[in-house]
């Protein structure tokens, strides 16, 4: 499988365990054996055993479904941890690309010998207990993102693999991760790999579920319409992306498809019975919550209406491609968006770091034009024998429009070019100066008139000197300025 089929596995089980399919153990657990919920402090020694009159045994009465259900219900309520329901729970729910194919060294999916598995799921869920409220933010996989502990422009699914993935401290560098992108404070993790996802909705007897989109993956037909989905159909839905839209896309049929699910369960009170669905999927699921803490969550969630309570978020932004930061492309968030997203939701005034903005990347993405076209500067002079790439060497040999030409001029309009397009930061700054410094963003403005009267002049310069696509290095100059050469006949710039 492709790394996308973690989506529905992460976002499927991580909900499912979030909001009531480890309820099934509280109730597996009293049931069976309820001095199990409490942990002796002393060991003790063992009772010498007392003779005792067995009396006859008395027939137990049969409870009707209604009555086992109140049962069930009530033992759930009293395995709940109550300091638990208080104020707000943030949960980060993650799914990481592993799979017994990314594992074997043999397969042409294999990650590397450390395993560091990225994680192409990440989620919020942020239970506030006193309102009733309940919010599952998603997080973009490819969102450009400063992760812990690490320098540099990264997509946020690095961080889970920059801390080691599930084996090392990959849930502690994607909580920070996310909390320094966020501003909040995040206690609990909730994840699951690859694997289960098919198991899990078969164990619960399927889905039903509108489906709003035709799918056709690996030979397998979806259909449209409204329909009972099994675990591989679930998966094909949640999973499929290339020609089907974006990864928002994706995630709002994630979304759906997960509120569908929590809908169905609690409507056929499956949040207090689910045992065969949380043995399906027990093995593969990683989380701090105590089975108490997740009991909690399930108690919660019999009582809170879907249509007026559970509300979905994911994060604003536009997919920015060639971006200077490696060439890599990213998903940039709109950081003013993202501001007012936490304030409503969590109350926080959040200082976004500005470099991660869309705005702000858009910028750095034209000074980088702008720095093509000196360079192509650059080279245009040096087919003269000028070097234009030193300033302190420009100025002591005075190459100015009025001793060099048109020359001097492409050497001149270069230079201001590299200036508004280059960030010039002040010596001796603490790391809190610099960090300042830093959010502001360059010229926007100075940048375009720079690169504009440099192309000009460096077309200028060509048509001077005879010079055409036929007598110049193609990759060594802008595309945009090459294209507008002539092919050896005639010059024709701007028209």
Not at 31 to 57: D, I, L
Not at 64 to 73: C, G, I, R
Not at 287 to 309: C, R
Not at 330 to 341: G, N, P, R
Request: charged fraction near 20%; charge should be negative; hydrophobic fraction near 40%.
């Amino acid at each position: 499988m492709k790394k996308n089929v973690i989506i529905i596995v992460a976002s499927l089980a991580a909900l499912i365990l979030a909001v009531g399919i480890w309820a099934a153990v509280s109730y597996h657990r009293i049931v069976e054996n309820p001095a199990s919920v409490f942990e002796p402090s002393v060991a003790m020694a063992t009772p010498t055993p007392t003779p005792v009159v067995t009396a006859e045994p008395t027939a137990k009465p049969t409870l009707s479904p209604e009555e086992l259900q109140a049962q069930a219900e009530q033992e759930l309520k009293d395995t709940a941890d109550p300091g638990f329901m208080k104020n707000r729970v943030n949960i980060l729910l993650l799914g990481w690309d592993q799979s017994p194919e990314r594992e074997d060294e043999d397969s042409s999916l294999y990650r590397d010998e450390d395993n560091n598995f990225r994680s192409d799921v990440m989620m919020i869920l942020s239970v506030d207990f006193e309102n009733k409220d309940v919010r599952l933010i998603s997080i973009p996989r490819d969102t450009m993102a400063n992760v812990y502990n690490t320098t540099g422009h990264w997509k946020i699914n690095a961080a889970f693999a920059k801390g080691g993935s599930v084996e090392g401290e990959g849930f502690d560098y994607a909580i920070k991760t996310v909390e320094n992108l966020m501003g909040i404070s995040i206690s609990y993790y909730a994840g699951v790999d690859m694997t289960g996802v098919k198991a899990v909705v078969d164990a619960m007897g399927g889905v039903d579920y509108n489906v709003d989109l035709r799918i056709v993956l690996n030979g397998r037909v979806l259909e449209t319409g409204y329909q009972h989905m099994n675990g591989q159909q679930v998966l094909d839905y949640c999973r499929a992306r290339k020609g089907y839209g974006t990864d928002i896309n994706r995630a709002d049929r994630q979304q759906r498809m997960l509120f569908s699910i929590f809908e169905q369960l609690q409507s056929r009170k499956q949040l207090v019975n689910v045992p065969k669905i949380f043995l399906s999927v027990k093995d593969y699921v990683h989380t701090n919550l105590s089975v108490e803490q997740i009991a909690a969550l399930a108690v919660f969630g019999m009582d809170i209406d879907p249509q007026t309570q559970l509300f979905r978020h994911t994060l604003k932004g536009k997919y920015m491609s060639n971006t200077p930061y490696s060439g890599a492309a990213f998903y940039v968030l709109d950081t003013k968006a993202l501001k007012d997203l936490v304030k409503e939701i969590f109350g926080v005034t959040l200082k976004p770091d500005y470099r991660f903005d869309y705005r702000y990347v858009e910028v750095d993405i034209a000074a980088a034009d702008a720095l093509e076209y000196v360079a192509g500067a650059e080279y245009l002079c040096g087919l003269f024998g000028v070097d234009i790439t030193n300033p302190d060497y420009l100025q002591a040999q005075a190459y100015t429009p009025e001793t060099y030409g048109i020359i001097g001029q492409v050497a001149a309009y270069a230079q201001t070019a590299r200036n508004v397009a280059t960030r010039h930061m002040p010596k001796n700054l603490t790391d809190k100066e610099k960090y300042e410094f830093l959010q502001q963003p360059l010229d926007e403005d100075a940048i375009a008139t720079a690169q504009e009267v440099l192309m000009q002049n460096m077309y200028a310069l060509c048509a001077s000197y005879g010079l055409n696509k036929t007598n110049v290095e193609k990759k060594l100059l802008p595309k945009e300025f090459y294209d507008i050469l002539s092919d050896g006949s005639t010059y024709n710039y701007g028209g």
